[in-house]
């Protein structure tokens, strides 16, 4: 046991409660409140995390169980200076409103990115064999557990989509 977890690239010790959420443990112990606590079920993706390449809804596992593994948090993907791909397309679409659910949304759209490259199938793609088509249906589909209340979700999807072709400048 490693006894430790990865966030940002810099290790902390998991905490002494082992009844600490993975979202608690970011805000409270790590510091860094970027990831927002939305619902607090599961049912928002305000607080969505990378977890070892793959998004997870960090309220919905404690921090003991991931123990020796590897987080990203938006802190993690860009900075003001330097912003991620998606970062500055969120911005330069305005794909968001309050931008309370941003954060969420840019990791689970970063680790999304990810999926399509490994070409991992949705419920969207047409074929489970063939190579997956990035499409706005495909995008909608892969993004649905991230919720933004404020209805940005047509800058969101062409904000995905900019970064998803490449057409990033």
């Given at each position: 046991m490693?006894d430790?977890i990865?966030?940002n690239e810099t290790?902390?010790?998991l905490?002494e409660d082992?009844?600490?959420?993975?979202?608690?443990?970011?805000?409270?112990?790590?510091?860094?409140?970027g990831?927002?606590?939305g619902c607090d079920?599961?049912?928002?993706g305000?607080c969505?995390v990378i977890v070892?390449?793959i998004r997870?809804n960090?309220?919905?596992?404690?921090?003991?169980?991931?123990?020796g593994d590897s987080?990203?948090?938006?802190?993690?993907?860009g900075?003001?200076?330097?912003p991620?791909?998606?970062?500055?397309?969120f911005?330069?679409?305005?794909?968001?409103q309050?931008?309370y659910?941003?954060?969420?949304?840019i990791c689970s759209?970063t680790?999304m990115l990810?999926?399509l490259?490994?070409?991992w199938?949705?419920?969207?793609?047409?074929?489970?064999?063939?190579p997956?088509t990035?499409?706005g249906?495909?995008?909608?589909e892969?993004?649905s557990?991230n919720l933004?209340r404020?209805?940005?979700y047509?800058?969101?999807?062409?904000?995905?989509?900019?970064v998803?072709?490449?057409?990033?400048?």
């Amino acid at each position: 046991m490693a006894d430790t977890i990865t966030v940002n690239e810099t290790p902390y010790p998991l905490p002494e409660d082992p009844r600490v959420t993975l979202l608690d443990f970011l805000r409270h112990q790590v510091g860094l409140t970027g990831t927002k606590k939305g619902c607090d079920h599961g049912q928002c993706g305000a607080c969505t995390v990378i977890v070892n390449g793959i998004r997870i809804n960090s309220c919905l596992t404690l921090a003991a169980m991931h123990d020796g593994d590897s987080i990203t948090t938006i802190e993690g993907l860009g900075t003001p200076d330097a912003p991620s791909a998606l970062q500055r397309a969120f911005h330069d679409h305005d794909g968001f409103q309050c931008g309370y659910c941003t954060p969420g949304q840019i990791c689970s759209a970063t680790a999304m990115l990810e999926e399509l490259a490994n070409n991992w199938p949705s419920d969207a793609s047409g074929d489970l064999t063939s190579p997956v088509t990035i499409s706005g249906e495909e995008i909608r589909e892969r993004m649905s557990g991230n919720l933004c209340r404020c209805g940005a979700y047509a800058n969101i999807i062409a904000a995905i989509e900019e970064v998803a072709n490449g057409d990033v400048a």
